[in-house]
């Protein structure tokens, strides 16, 4: 059978992945430029029995979704820089309360209202720690709308298997572009689906105590297990705890879950790193550029390589270091006033060798704007 | 319809916080708090089942059990 | 005692202090769930924050403990995406009408099937004694030492206003009908709300001087009346008890139901 091939944006490829990954509930708050996943997702849902709501804000969003999620549904929720803002609450319970969901942050200008019709991928960090408290995240992104729907699959996949909200960073410039994407037949991208507790009626159910492999099992609401969910720290049946070795346990599961499990998690493309005098690191829109520049230098002879990050949290320290260990200098490219750029300064081993190419002024950074910054660290002057 | 009787009270003595609400709506004054603040039946013979001290126990500490003869 | 059948009870005693409504509230509760005869696998309670939201943790159906405010959206959730649960949603009156008071007209605008009740004690009591939205003019608290300038919401017209099916209010004074209001709630097929007048005799009745939870149980009694009785025309300041809206409209979830089968059909 010949593959369905569409052209659409890349919101649209979002809600393709969304709906393959098994997506059945969403509630979600108008918001430019993430709202056509919404308006798809109004059409989609209900055809396949699944739900869509309209919320009154997108805090009420976030929480309908967990409310959906813990009835055994797979859910998701979409928005933009201000509408993330209000969503950080959200969270952090999902975060706490260990319930898998996805939530997708088509970024633009800020702060605040800032450029809503222009890109702009200035919510790494607040995707890191916007939400209060320590706590680990998982946050991935894509360059292009195929990428974007493997992505999109894999982070559902991902919300399942470490009981974690994912959060997808992608920005107004893949949001609303078109382009070609070939839809992967059922079967071709695994799906990780939601892993339920095994224990019968009647016998003794801990929400929160995983198993030997680190997954923890969980039970639909409504089903034959009653248990406690909250945003307190917790004991392994869910209910409020303070007791200091309960909470030093918690905390150390909500991070540890995510950060011993960084190679797992990892998702990253590269392009010709194996001889590259320079390395670009890039993620999302921006990588287009990157990559773009790393292709045509290389026709000039320049060695240059990519090593485009799609997942962004955890950060991958490891493979950063290894794959930018024979650089002599480490271009960051990123749509903001350097975010990325600090965690790659952690990760490498010459600090003061790694270099921001950005533009934060609403117009997608070009591949003349990354070239210029190249011919500076090259003495070769703009 | 026949009227219940009193087979018995049971009051969780842990539970009580004394806050003397059962003892204030007892029509007949069956209650008492002891000197611990906590409720006990100091004339169950009075009692007439109407359960005014069950409904309104804000720690459910109280039961009054009856039987329809 | 057939309420216990409906508790954790590890972990009473419970924490609201001595004389705390909320307790009253709890107990009647029970006994409407247990009249209505519905099994435990089939209740969601979902509740935010404050005094009030511990009730959840003292039930033994599925229970959601939430945020500050934003039960009725978690449960929204809930509720759409398994509409053959029962859920019922108790917040405090900061929780559902000050942080919450956005997603609580929404919910009755939608006129989707959650029980949501009231328990209000015109003050915060978890943080210590705060004035709410409901505490109203003239009031003390530790945020209003020179008595308290802010207008109260009356939940009834406000639900009503914003569309809930079914409205009603009483006090912990009137135990029984705290659970025939319940039984009611729970039963009607849309967005039920039901006020509990409850009293919080540690701040609200403290600051206030309103005596001991004895006689702020008792006041209850002398400050409200049935709806439409004689006694109100003569003394209008008489709060009404009883059920102000029960009305049959189209239910959200079934409402949806609708939209799927269009969607199904335009496929």
């Not at chain 1, 108008?30 to 989609?44: G, K």
């Not at chain 1, 699959?153 to 382009?179: C, K, Q, S, W």
């Not at chain 3, 135990?175 to 540690?202: N, W, Y």
Request: net charge neutral; charged share 20%; with cysteine.
């Amino acid at each position: 059978m010949a593959k369905q091939i569409k052209f659409v944006q890349g919101n649209e490829a979002c809600v393709e992945a969304a709906i393959y990954a098994g997506l059945d509930f969403f509630a979600g708050y108008p918001i430019t430029p993430s709202t056509e996943i919404a308006e798809l997702l109004s059409q989609r849902l209900p055809r396949k029995g699944g739900k869509f709501i309209q919320m009154e804000d997108e805090i009420a969003s976030i929480c309908a979704i967990i409310g959906a999620s813990l009835t055994g549904h797979k859910v998701m929720t979409a928005t933009s820089g201000p509408g993330f803002s209000l969503m950080q609450e959200g969270l952090g319970y999902a975060i706490m309360a260990e319930i898998p969901c996805v939530i997708v942050n088509v970024q633009r200008g800020g702060p605040s209202t800032g450029l809503p019709t222009h890109g702009s991928q200035g919510d790494v960090y607040q995707a890191r720690w916007g939400t209060h408290g320590d706590h680990a995240i998982i946050a991935m992104t894509a360059s292009s709308h195929q990428d974007l729907f493997q992505i999109t699959v894999e982070a559902f996949n991902l919300a399942e298997t470490y009981r974690t909200p994912v959060i997808l960073l992608f920005d107004e410039g893949i949001g609303h572009m078109r382009e070609r994407l070939v839809l992967p037949e059922k079967g071709e991208i695994p799906l990780v689906e939601r892993l339920r507790t095994a224990v019968k009626g009647g016998v003794d159910f801990h929400p929160y105590l995983p198993r030997e492999d680190g997954r923890l099992p969980m039970a639909d609401f409504g089903g034959i297990h009653r248990y406690n969910v909250t945003g307190l720290y917790h004991d392994m049946w869910g209910f409020p705890s303070d007791s200091p070795p309960i909470v030093h346990g918690l905390i150390r599961h909500l991070v540890d879950k995510i950060h011993n499990n960084v190679n797992h998690i990892a998702r990253y493309k590269e392009y010709h790193l194996e001889d590259a005098d320079n390395i670009f690191i890039s993620y999302g829109s921006a990588a287009r550029s990157a990559l773009h520049v790393v292709k045509s230098q290389r026709k000039k002879g320049e060695r240059l390589g990519l090593l485009e990050l799609q997942t962004l949290w955890p950060f991958p320290y490891d493979l950063v270091r290894e794959k930018c260990a024979r650089a002599r200098f480490v271009l960051v490219v990123e749509m903001n006033m350097g975010q990325i750029v600090l965690e790659v300064k952690r990760a490498v081993e010459k600090p003061d060798r790694v270099v921001l190419a950005n533009r934060v002024d609403g117009v997608f950074i070009t591949d003349a704007d990354i070239r210029n910054t190249l011919r500076i660290i090259e003495g070769k002057g703009v | 319809m026949a009227k219940p009787k009193l087979k018995a009270h049971h009051i969780i003595r842990e539970w009580c916080k004394g806050c003397g609400i059962c003892v204030h709506f007892c029509p007949t004054n069956v209650l008492e708090l002891d000197s611990e603040d906590k409720v006990t039946v100091a004339r169950a013979q009075d009692c007439i089942c109407c359960l005014q001290c069950e409904l309104r126990c804000p720690d459910l500490a109280i039961e009054v059990e009856t039987q329809t003869e | 005692m057939a309420v216990k059948d409906y508790i954790r009870e590890r972990f009473f005693p419970h924490m609201w202090c001595p004389g705390c409504g909320h307790g009253i509230v709890l107990n009647s509760m029970l006994r409407a769930i247990d009249a209505l005869g519905l099994s435990k696998n089939e209740i969601v309670m979902v509740s935010g924050i404050g005094c009030s939201s511990r009730i959840s943790g003292y039930v033994d159906f599925h229970s959601l403990h939430t945020l500050h405010g934003r039960a009725l959206a978690f449960a929204t959730g809930v509720k759409l995406s398994r509409p053959e649960l029962n859920v019922i949603v108790p917040m405090g009156d900061g929780d559902a009408l000050a942080i919450g008071g956005n997603h609580f007209i929404h919910a009755a605008r939608r006129n989707i099937d959650l029980t949501a009740v009231v328990m209000n004690n015109r003050i915060y009591g978890m943080t210590g004694g705060q004035y709410s939205p409901l505490s109203g003019q003239g009031i003390l608290a530790t945020t209003a030492p020179y008595s308290n300038i802010d207008s109260d919401f009356d939940v009834v017209d406000l639900a009503s206003a914003a569309g809930a099916t079914f409205v009603a209010r009483t006090t912990t004074y009137h135990a029984r009908q705290i659970t025939d209001l319940l039984k009611a709630a729970i039963l009607h097929e849309g967005f039920s709300v039901v006020e509990v007048m409850s009293q919080c005799p540690t701040y609200f009745g403290r600051k206030n001087r309103l005596g001991s939870a004895v006689d702020m149980v008792e006041r209850f009694k002398k400050i409200t009346t049935p709806i439409g009785s004689k006694a109100k025309r003569e003394h209008p300041e008489l709060i009404e008890r009883g059920i102000f809206v029960q009305k049959e409209t189209t239910e959200y979830c079934s409402a949806y139901d609708d939209v799927i089968e269009k969607a199904m059909k335009g496929n």
